[in-house]
């Protein structure tokens, strides 16, 4: 099992900033991707960035592609998301999670097994 802790949500004007954490623990081995996902009211799980965790290769929707970052920490205990240039439409839960699947580059929610409570971002205009 894999445990994941978000932290960092937090209500921001448009053009603001947040910085989004998780912390992992639990049997990691076999954890070969880490992703950020978000929800937001009436819509579907989304995915927003990924990692592979070995190669640190990172992969981006294009909604948020050159406005958020993906980062982890050198031990491997810890993803972020940094977020830029918020907007409204970025609002909602964002969900860490982590992969012991064929996550490679992959945004697709159904590759990612293990999964945190989420941290709400609200972006108001």
């Known amino acids: 099992q894999v445990q994941l802790v978000e932290s960092g949500g937090g209500s921001v004007q448009a053009g603001g900033s947040l910085r989004l954490s998780c912390a992992v623990s639990?049997?990691?081995?076999?954890?070969?991707?880490m992703g950020w996902f978000r929800q937001a009211p009436g819509k579907e799980r989304e995915g927003v960035a990924g990692?592979?965790?070995?190669?640190?290769?990172?992969w981006y929707d294009a909604s948020v592609k050159g406005r958020f970052t993906l980062t982890q920490d050198s031990a491997k205990t810890a993803v972020y998301l940094q977020m830029t240039d918020l907007k409204p439409e970025d609002t909602a839960l964002y969900y860490c999670a982590a992969s012991s699947d064929a996550c490679y580059k992959s945004l697709d929610r159904s590759f990612y097994n293990f999964w945190g409570q989420g941290t709400q971002v609200t972006v108001s205009s």
């Open positions: 990692v592979h965790v070995a190669s640190n290769i990172s």
């Open positions: 639990g049997d990691t081995g076999r954890t070969y991707c």
